[in-house]
């Protein structure tokens, strides 16, 4: 039986612990690596969040399975907590998951995303300091 994309997202986050924007923020204080996943041209629309990662969600398994050749320096170890943001906290769930299939268990994603983070008043940069 095909399954929509709203059971493929619910699932998704049945596995995962979300976090809101301030936890987030405090997590991302205490070493967490936040990642941002959204496109160049959402980013150069909406802003940014001062230093967040940039992964485009194209490359992410990629550039975090620390076992891969093509993984960034930060991808450390499967221990590694991972905050995974997109626009609004719906792609970013279905990456978030895909990191728990590589075995980093400790990922996870904002919920609301980067518009939630904004509307908490968070430090961005970008669209919003004009």
């Known amino acids: 039986m095909a399954r929509t994309i709203d059971d493929i997202l619910a699932a ?25 996943i959204r496109p160049a041209a959402q980013r150069a629309a909406e802003g940014e969040i001062p230093d967040a990662l940039i992964v485009e969600r194209n490359v992410l398994e990629w550039r975090l399975d620390p076992a891969s050749d093509a993984r960034l320096p ?3 170890g499967h221990d590694l907590r991972v905050i ?5 906290g719906y792609t970013s769930s279905l990456a978030a998951a895909s990191l728990h299939d590589l075995g980093l268990t400790r990922a996870t994603d ?11 008043g968070l430090p961005t940069t970008g669209a919003d300091d004009r």
């Not at 995974?84 to 609004?88: A, I, L, Q, R």
């Open 12 to 36: 998704a986050r049945d596995r995962l612990a979300r976090v809101h924007p301030d936890q987030a923020h405090a997590e991302m204080s205490d070493g967490a690596l936040l990642v941002d």
């Open 74 to 76: 930060q991808a450390t």
């Open 84 to 88: 995974v943001f997109c626009s609004e």
């Open 110 to 120: 904002v919920v609301g995303g980067f518009q939630a983070w904004r509307a908490a």
